[in-house]
């Protein structure tokens, strides 16, 4: 069913209690520029909560148009928003920044199904961190750095300057879903925490980076790398999924121990 065209709006930090998009194709949508962004998907609530712990040189709007929900911080500022959204895991939904920092997570909760909506951050130079994402993750950033952990559902994301880091440890209790990852860089490092029992056709190629792995199954080409292109590649287990790993000119790393990243242009 969808929800109803309608808008409501603060001027001072405040809760807003807000029917929850369920149509097909609908999503929550939220626009902060600069301040703080902290979504939970929690699997005990069916509503979405908004919850504006600071906001400074603006109005924060929901509004619900076509099934979906857009909530945005505006005003002559720039303003600033402290803001922490609350909504059920199946809901999609994209948050598009500037520089505020994002942190989506799902809420541990005995029991409870694991996140399947999608997940998308758009963010100009502020980090971003998915935490138990579960469903599909995507992520755009031109030099903020992005943290992916607990990792059930696909990514697939793209940085400019902006580091990545992947732990793909198992999350206790979640079944894991499709892991497979598709992560271009332009000049940021990309580093891998691969747990044991992996089960992906692996493929890391830098064009003017080193690329480094101690996992084993994972290997380097024998003989000088193309001019442009260093790679590693390999199958782990069956090789279910698919994982591309590639930068322009910064370092990767693929590492059983700790989610390292190498240092821009390679590793030491």
Wanted: hydrophobic share 35%.
């Amino acid at each position: 069913m969808a929800l109803p065209d309608s808008s409501t709006a603060l001027t001072r930090p405040g809760t807003l209690d807000l029917p929850c998009p369920t149509a097909p194709g609908s999503r929550l949508e939220l626009h902060v520029g600069e301040g703080d962004v902290t979504v939970v998907r929690d699997p005990s609530v069916d509503s979405v909560r908004v919850e504006v712990r600071e906001l400074r040189g603006g109005r924060l709007t929901a509004r619900a148009a076509g099934g979906s929900l857009f909530v945005s911080v505006g005003g002559a500022g720039p303003p600033r928003a402290v803001v922490l959204v609350t909504l059920p895991p199946s809901s999609a939904l994209t948050v598009r920044t500037r520089s505020a920092p994002v942190l989506l997570l799902t809420a541990l909760t005995a029991g409870a199904p694991r996140a399947t909506g999608a997940a998308e951050v758009h963010s100009v130079d502020g980090p971003v961190e998915f935490r138990r994402a579960g469903g599909p993750v995507v992520f755009r950033t031109e030099s903020g750095a992005v943290a992916v952990t607990g990792l059930t559902g696909r990514v697939t994301g793209t940085t400019g300057s902006g580091g990545v880091t992947l732990d793909l440890s198992p999350v206790p209790g979640t079944p894991p879903g499709d892991r497979a990852i598709d992560v271009r860089t332009g000049s940021g490092p990309i580093g891998m925490r691969v747990p044991p029992g992996a089960d992906a056709r692996v493929r890391a190629s830098s064009g003017t980076g080193r690329v480094v792995t101690d996992v084993p199954g994972l290997v380097r080409p024998p003989g000088p790398a193309a001019p442009g292109s260093v790679t590693a590649s390999g199958t782990l287990g069956r090789g279910s999924a698919a994982w591309s790993l590639e930068s322009a000119a910064g370092g990767v790393a693929l590492l059983r121990q700790g989610p390292d990243v190498p240092s821009r242009g390679g590793v030491g």
